[in-house]
């Protein structure tokens, strides 16, 4: 699937972590991926849940900032979820975040939707083309995992996103580039409502959710508002936080939980 793979080598592993680097057209050039590997890899077919970071970000914050994958390994240990696979992937790296889109010659929506998932299953051994795919992520990430998952709900069984910025023009609140980077053609493109009511996904399964003290919590329920009036089933939760790692270190668990009952 890709001309060039380099993946980390187990003798030089902790954590259960691994590293992919591959070369693809989507991004003119090469794409990290961070996955956590749950101990007993011997098991075929685990779920993948692709989870997504946000401006600044890359391969490495979910698990160095948020310490996700110990999260997600004392969740199995202690029989909360069955074991999964997490793969967490570079944004493109493109400025101070890409938002998951196509844009400037490079297609970054391609990139976490077909190399992501092509990536793991051809270099780890317990995920498949049979695995249930799963998506989540925060503020920019939440953006992703709402806006793919949404449009491409044929490949992914639920979605969950935390603190998520809900359209394209909530961007200049955190990047210094300029927004028109970031349209799309299509403008119903440029908002989840936008591909909610373009694709109406019957069978995906969504959760989000926001922090009381975070600037996106007006943004977040009127989505909630929007999806409630269009009657599409959902799942929508606030908790005590603002737009921080502490909030999203903490509330990772609700997306593990979400998606190993959707498993």
């Avoid at 691994?18 to 075929?44: H, S």
């Avoid at 692709?50 to 970000?57: E, K, M």
């Avoid at 992937?89 to 970054?108: C, E, I, R, T, V």
Wanted: charged share 20%.
């Amino acid at each position: 699937m890709f001309r060039t793979t380099e993946i980390s080598d187990p003798q030089f592993e902790s954590d259960h972590l691994r590293y992919i680097t591959v070369k693809t057209e989507n991004l003119k050039g090469r794409g990290d991926i961070c996955v956590f590997v749950p101990p007993g890899e011997t098991i075929d077919n685990l779920p993948l849940v692709i989870l997504l970071h946000g401006v600044y970000g890359s391969s490495w914050v979910w698990t160095q900032k948020a310490g996700v994958h110990r999260t997600a390994l004392q969740m199995i240990q202690n029989g909360e979820i069955r074991p999964m696979v997490i793969a967490m992937p570079s944004d493109g790296l493109w400025g101070d975040g890409s938002g998951y889109l196509a844009h400037n010659q490079k297609d970054f929506e391609k990139w976490i939707v077909e190399d992501v998932t092509n990536a793991v299953i051809e270099n780890i051994p317990s995920v498949s083309t049979s695995s249930d795919l799963f998506l989540s992520g925060l503020s920019m990430g939440g953006f992703g995992a709402l806006r793919l998952g949404i449009k491409h709900s044929g490949r992914f069984k639920a979605v969950s996103a935390h603190s998520a910025i809900t359209d394209i023009t909530q961007m200049p609140l955190f990047v210094e580039e300029d927004l028109n980077n970031y349209q799309q053609e299509d403008s119903y493109e440029n908002s989840v409502l936008g591909v909610i009511e373009n694709y109406r996904p019957d069978v995906l399964k969504i959760r989000f959710d926001c922090g009381t003290e975070d600037e996106l919590i007006s943004h977040n329920r009127q989505l909630h508002a929007d999806l409630d009036r269009l009657k599409i089933i959902h799942t929508y939760q606030e908790f005590p936080g603002g737009h921080e790692w502490t909030y999203w270190q903490t509330h990772i668990r609700q997306s593990l939980s979400f998606f190993n009952s959707n498993t």
